[in-house]
C-alpha cells in the first residue's frame, strides 16, 4: 500500500489528517487485512457510516437493523480490536442502519459484549439524535419546521403517526464526544459526509476539502475501480483532499472519484449538509499515480443551520403469491393478459369477500416485463418467460391472507381468453401464501432550523476505562 505520509502536494509539509473508511457499511465486511495497512500507513482515525433510508421505511419505524447482529459484531470486532492496537478514534454514524435511539443502543450493546470478550477499555461515547414528537410539534408550530421536496407542509397528525423520528446530524457532536476524551464514538442518525468529516475538521482542515473527502469515500470503495475490494484512505489537508484504495489491487481515478459526487445527489456540483453548502463545480481531479487522486477545489459555504428529519409509520399488512409463467400465447399478449388477470382478480375479492376497492389493493408485479421500471415495453418485445408476483396489501394479515386464498384459483390458472384449456402455472412454494408481515412508510422529509449541531443531540459517556465501567 502506498504510504499515506507520502505526497507530491506542494504543502507536503503541512499536517494532513488521514482517516481510514474501511467499508461504506458497518455490518458490509471489513477487511482485517486492509485495515491493518492503513493503519499502519499513518492512519489517524477510523470512520465509516452504517446508516441510510436506502432500503426502506422498515428500518427506522422497528428500530431493527438491516444487517445481521452476526455481521455487525464481526466487522466491530474487528475495527474495535485495530482501534485498540493503534490508540486512534473509532467513529461510526447512523448506528443500527436508522440511527433512532433503539438502533443505536442495541449497537451499543455489541460494542459492550466485545469490550469484555476482548478486555477492552474503551471509552465510548453515545450521540443520540431522535426526536421526541411534542418538542417537534412545538417546533413546528413555531415555523422552525419547513418542507423539502416533494412533500408539503408538517402537520401534527402526521407527527403522531411516526414511529420513531430522527434528526440527521453534522460532526459538531463527534467532535466534542472526541474533545470529551471518548475513543469511539457511536452515532445516532447522521449525514454520511459528517461521520467521515469530523475528524479532519476538528484537526484543522479546510472544510472544503473535509467535505469533500466525506462525500467521496463515504461509500468505502465505491469511489474505486473495484468498488467490492476493500476501502479507502483519505488524506486532507488546508486546501486539498488525496483519496487512495486500501487494496494494493485496486485503483482510483480521476473518473471513479469525481462520479461519486452523483450518487444519491441530483447536482452534482451542490451538496447541502447541516450549516453549510458544498460546491464543487471548480473542483480538479488529478491522478498522482495509478492508484491516488488528487482533488482541489471544492469549497464550503456556511449556511444557517438545519438538521433534515425522517420519520417513518406502520402501514398495512400484505401477502404474496409468486407464479413462474412460460406459456408462449401469454408472452405474446403480457399486457392484455395482465389486465384480465387483475380485473378477474378484483371482481372476485370484492364478490367472495364483499370488499370496497378501497379496503384492499391487489399488485401484479411482472419480472421479466417491466415489474422494476413500470415503463411501457419495447414494441415487439416478447420474453421468453416471466415470474409474476402477486401482492395483497390490507388493514390485517388475515385479511390479507384471505384475500390471497381467494385470488388463488384465478392467480395460477388464469387463461388469456376464455374458452381455452385451462392452464396451470408454476408455482415454487407451497403453501403459495407468503405473510410478508407489515408494509411501513417514510412521513417525514423535511428540515428543522436549529441554533448549532448540538441542539437536537444528547451525548451520553460510558468508560470502561475506569474501575466503575461509569457511564454519564
Not at 401534527?156 to 411516526?162: E, K, L, R
Not at 401469454?330 to 370488499?355: C, H, I, N, P, Y
Request: hydrophobic residues 40%; negative net charge; contains cysteine.
Amino acid at each position: 500500500m502506498t504510504d499515506n505520509n507520502a505526497s507530491s502536494s506542494p504543502d507536503a509539509g503541512t499536517a494532513w489528517t488521514t482517516v481510514a473508511v474501511p467499508v461504506g457499511a458497518l455490518g458490509a465486511g471489513v477487511r482485517a487485512d486492509l485495515l491493518e495497512q492503513a493503519m499502519a500507513a499513518g492512519a489517524d482515525a477510523i470512520a465509516l457510516d452504517a446508516g441510510s433510508t436506502d432500503s426502506g421505511p422498515a428500518y427506522l419505524a422497528t428500530g431493527k437493523s438491516k444487517y445481521s447482529r452476526d455481521s455487525l459484531k464481526a466487522d466491530l470486532t474487528v475495527l474495535m480490536a485495530a482501534r485498540d492496537r493503534w490508540k486512534v478514534p473509532l467513529l461510526i454514524g447512523s448506528c443500527g442502519t436508522s440511527g433512532c435511539d433503539e438502533a443505536l443502543d442495541s449497537t451499543r450493546d455489541i460494542v459492550l459484549e466485545i469490550a469484555a470478550e476482548l478486555g477492552l477499555k474503551p471509552r465510548i461515547a453515545l450521540l443520540y439524535s431522535e426526536i421526541d414528537p411534542e418538542y417537534l410539534k412545538a417546533r413546528n408550530t413555531d415555523g422552525r419546521v419547513h418542507p423539502l421536496s416533494p412533500f408539503g407542509a408538517l402537520q401534527n397528525g402526521t407527527i403522531d403517526q411516526c414511529e420513531h423520528i430522527v434528526a440527521l446530524m453534522g460532526p459538531e457532536p463527534y467532535i466534542a464526544a472526541l474533545e470529551a476524551g471518548a475513543d469511539i464514538v457511536l452515532g445516532g442518525r447522521t449525514t454520511d459526509t459528517a461521520v467521515l468529516a469530523a475528524v479532519p475538521l476538528m484537526r484543522g482542515a479546510g472544510a472544503g476539502p473535509a467535505w469533500h473527502a466525506g462525500k467521496i469515500a463515504e461509500c468505502g470503495g465505491q469511489c474505486t475501480v473495484n468498488p467490492i475490494d476493500g476501502g479507502v484512505v483519505i488524506r486532507v489537508g488546508p486546501d486539498r483532499f488525496e483519496v487512495a484504495p486500501m487494496s494494493d489491487a485496486n485503483r482510483c481515478t480521476p473518473f471513479t472519484v469525481s462520479e461519486h459526487m452523483l450518487y444519491e445527489n441530483s447536482d452534482p456540483h451542490t451538496l447541502y449538509e447541516p450549516g453549510g453548502v458544498l460546491r464543487v463545480e471548480s473542483a480538479r481531479y488529478e491522478a498522482l499515480d495509478d492508484r491516488r487522486v488528487l482533488v482541489t477545489g471544492g469549497r464550503f459555504e456556511a449556511a444557517p443551520y438545519t438538521m433534515k428529519l425522517e420519520g417513518a409509520a406502520n402501514g398495512p399488512f400484505q401477502t404474496l403469491m409468486i407464479v413462474g409463467i412460460a406459456a408462449p400465447e401469454v408472452m405474446a399478449s403480457v399486457d392484455v393478459f395482465l389486465e384480465r388477470m387483475q380485473k378477474a382478480l378484483d371482481d372476485r375479492t370484492r364478490s367472495v369477500l364483499g370488499l370496497a376497492p378501497d379496503a384492499y389493493t391487489i399488485s401484479l408485479r411482472p419480472y421479466g416485463w417491466n415489474a422494476v421500471t413500470g415503463a411501457p415495453v419495447d414494441k415487439g418485445f416478447v420474453p421468453r418467460e416471466l415470474g409474476l408476483m402477486f401482492v395483497a396489501t390490507a388493514a390485517t394479515q388475515d385479511l390479507a391472507t384471505r384475500i390471497a386464498k381467494t385470488a388463488n384459483p384465478y392467480f395460477f390458472h388464469f387463461p388469456l381468453t376464455m374458452g381455452m384449456e385451462l392452464p396451470s402455472y408454476a408455482f415454487p412454494f407451497s403453501p403459495a401464501e407468503i405473510e410478508r408481515g407489515r408494509s411501513y412508510a417514510f412521513l417525514l422529509n423535511h428540515v428543522i432550523e436549529v441554533a448549532d449541531g448540538h441542539e437536537l443531540v444528547r451525548i451520553a459517556m460510558i468508560d470502561l476505562s475506569s474501575d466503575a465501567g461509569g457511564r454519564s
